[in-house]
């Protein structure tokens, strides 16, 4: 030890003792008070604190869909089951003819003596594309989106009304697809071996850019806006809104009814975009509570950003899928490329095989995409839960919605095909919600759960 570290010790030891000899003689100088112990008394519980039970609530919510309603509703959506397969299968039978026949590489030769630029030759072939897999898909697109949603009392079009819809929504489709594949292929020019990389960050990109233009300029094609008339809901739910910081001055409805009795909601949108909408179902069918409830669900999905996270889970999802392209198709063409007339990943021919490839990983990653969706519509219900303060509200609100959701599955089935929490979860959340905030006078002066 040198000399400089015992100094150093020694002037400490000699403070800290000065220190604790001036402590205690300051101590010994204090006066001195007598100290009273009292117990503080216990609260009795609040009858209402006693009786509530949010298993039997819950039940007892459940229990209101019951016979030919639950019926109907855990039978759509069940058959959404295996649609989920149908779907995939049937979108793999499309690509198979247009390899097979030769109409991928037709199309492909036509749009090469079209035009010579190679980058400008995709978009010509996605256009021929998305015509051709949607006149083949139409039969089931038709049945899926008119016939069985009559079947089950869940549309309010006629025919005519539904292919208008049909078409814009095909317009729409047609101008994404071209602007984005024609980007991807850029890239796997650019790129060459690595482009499952960067494709993924044009996906993201352009996934982001369509989820800020969506409110503005997609939605209002197949509905009307209007802003809601003032009023103590639309005053209540603004007040909610600034209070959770979303920059909003006004609520708008769209007229969902004229295609369905389903309610809905949503607040869309990014930088400036962000726009808070609800449908004149939610209006015309729910409570003020159940606005509310449902208004601070939605909230919850801006306020924790879940368009960001969302968009990030989802890329890493694409990120996967964009690999099991390059490795498919590789193996594919390997075998039947001279068959198809296609040379390279690089060949627009060859969009069929990604077509059949992606729709392939999709049915199977299907419990993977659900779950990202169902734990950030979890975290949205607590949110709204904490915001609005309605779990009665909430409850009543996800009973409507189960007129198209089987509301009590199977763990099992929850797990793999519910892009939400089923409506079992949701309640037994809100009733569990309550239980803890039953001292709280606005949860006292509200209605009364079912037991």
């Not at 890239?187 to 990389?197: A, C, L, M, P, S």
């Not at 990653?365 to 303060?389: C, H, K, M, Y």
Request: proline share 5%; aromatic share 14%.
């Amino acid at each position: 030890m040198g000399w400089r570290q015992a100094v150093a010790i020694v002037l400490c030891a000699i403070c800290f003792a000065g220190a604790d000899a001036y402590a205690q003689k300051d101590l010994r100088a204090a006066p001195l008070a007598p100290v009273t112990v009292q117990t503080l008394p216990t609260r009795a519980a609040a009858p209402h604190q006693i009786k509530f039970d949010p298993v039997r609530a819950t039940n007892a919510y459940l229990a209101r869909v019951s016979g030919e309603a639950r019926q109907r509703s855990d039978s759509y959506f069940e058959g959404g089951y295996w649609l989920i397969l149908v779907d995939g299968l049937y979108a793999v039978a499309v690509a198979a003819f247009l390899l097979w026949s030769g109409l991928s590489s037709g199309m492909r030769n036509t749009a090469q003596r079209v035009i010579r630029s190679r980058f400008w030759q995709v978009p010509l072939y996605v256009a021929m594309f998305v015509v051709a897999t949607t006149v083949l898909s139409f039969p089931l697109t038709v049945y899926e989106g008119f016939f069985r949603e009559h079947s089950y009392g869940l549309s309010n079009q006629n025919f005519m009304q539904w292919f208008r819809d049909f078409a814009v929504g095909f317009l729409v489709q047609l101008i994404a697809s071209a602007i984005v594949i024609t980007f991807i292929y850029a890239v796997i020019r650019g790129t060459k071996r690595r482009w499952w990389v960067w494709g993924t960050l044009v996906a993201v990109i352009f996934f982001g850019c369509f989820a800020m233009a969506g409110p503005v300029f997609v939605s209002p094609l197949f509905n009307h806006y209007t802003p809601l008339p003032e009023s103590p809901i639309k005053e209540k739910i603004l007040s909610l809104a600034k209070a959770n910081g979303i920059p909003v001055h006004n609520v708008y409805e769209f007229d969902a009814s004229k295609q369905s009795k389903r309610i809905s909601a949503n607040v869309s949108g990014l930088f400036g975009t962000t726009r808070i909408s609800m449908n004149d179902n939610l209006m015309n069918r729910c409570t003020p509570r159940e606005i509310v409830a449902v208004l601070g669900h939605e909230m919850g999905h801006y306020v924790l950003s879940h368009a960001i996270i969302g968009i990030t889970w989802f890329g890493l999802v694409i990120l996967v899928a964009f690999l099991f392209l390059d490795w498919g198709f590789r193996v594919l063409t390997n075998v039947f490329g001279g068959n198809w007339e296609v040379r390279s990943i690089e060949d627009p021919a060859g969009l069929p095989v990604l077509f059949a490839l992606i729709s392939i990983f999709f049915v199977a990653a299907t419990p993977v995409t659900n779950t990202i969706s169902r734990t950030l519509e979890a975290q949205a219900d607590i949110f709204g839960l904490n915001a609005a303060r309605q779990p009665d509200g909430f409850a009543t609100a996800t009973l409507k919605l189960g007129e198209y959701r089987k509301l009590d599955p199977t763990p099992l089935e929850e797990f793999v095909f519910y892009d939400h929490p089923s409506g079992r979860t949701r309640i037994a959340n809100a009733m569990r919600w309550k239980l803890w905030h039953l001292s709280d006078s606005d949860i006292k002066a509200g209605p009364v759960s079912p037991q």
